[in-house]
């Protein structure tokens, strides 16, 4: 079937340096692909997202790169801060209704 | 955050019992979910609805039960809890746009 998966289950960064956290997915037919960030004890929460017409969308200290090619998605953060350390999940528009898939997660800390 | 409530948002049950968990939201948008989300699985779709009286279902949607009587409330019933149903249980959001909003989310322990 369809899935969502993350490269990396851990990752863990120094204060100050950029992360990458890749996602790949292997829907080609998906056409819109999201971001969240997890906090413990909380909902995900909205970082960014693209559409599959796009390879590239910044935000504020966040890009999300898309090779449809390889059908890989990144979210690289700059200037990592300990607010960052969080699970973040990739996920992909899947049927109806606006369905999203979700990937496992990737748990970011950020080193002092 | 998103005009997201849940409730309760922790709950301990025993086998055997229903549960009715409750979604409420403000911001009056027409799509809202139920997840569960459990180690090493993420976040799976149980049932979605798209208005008022309007559900499908999701993924994992066995065992789980769903109303939608007004736009507001999205409420989830585990009609004879199991303790495979042990998990935090997230509602969600959708309005003009493909993204999703959360709530806080109930952590559900069926005994």
Known sequence: GESVGLHLP???????????INCAYSNSASDYF????????????????????????????????????VKHLSLQIAATQPGDS???????????????T??????????? | DAGITQSPR??????????TLRCHQTENHRYMYWYR??????????????GVKDTDKGEVSDGYSVSRSKTEDF???????????????????SGGGNEQFFGPGTRLTVL
């Not at chain 1, 970082?47 to 790169?65: C, E, F, P």
């Not at chain 1, 969080?86 to 999203?100: M, N, P």
């Not at chain 2, 922790?10 to 229903?18: A, D, L, N, Q």
């Open chain 1, 102 to 112: 979700f990937g496992s997660g990737t748990q970011l800390t950020v080193l002092p």
């Open chain 1, 34 to 69: 999201i971001w969240y960030k997890q906090e413990s004890g909380k909902g995900p929460q909205f970082i960014i997202d693209i559409r599959s017409n796009m390879d590239k969308r910044q935000g504020q200290r966040v890009t999300v790169l898309l090779n449809k090619t």
């Open chain 2, 37 to 50: 989300q459990d180690p090493g699985h993420g976040l799976r779709l149980i049932h979605y609805s798209y």
């Open chain 2, 10 to 19: 922790h709950k301990v049950t025993e086998t055997g019992t229903p549960v």
């Open chain 1, 86 to 100: 969080a699970v973040y999940f990739c996920a992909e528009k899947s049927g109806s209704a606006r369905q999203l």
């Open chain 2, 75 to 93: 409420l989830l019933t585990l009609e004879s809890a199991t303790s495979s149903q042990t998990s935090v249980y997230f509602c969600a959001i």
């Open chain 1, 10 to 20: 851990t990752l863990s960064v120094q204060e100050g340096d950029n992360s990458i």
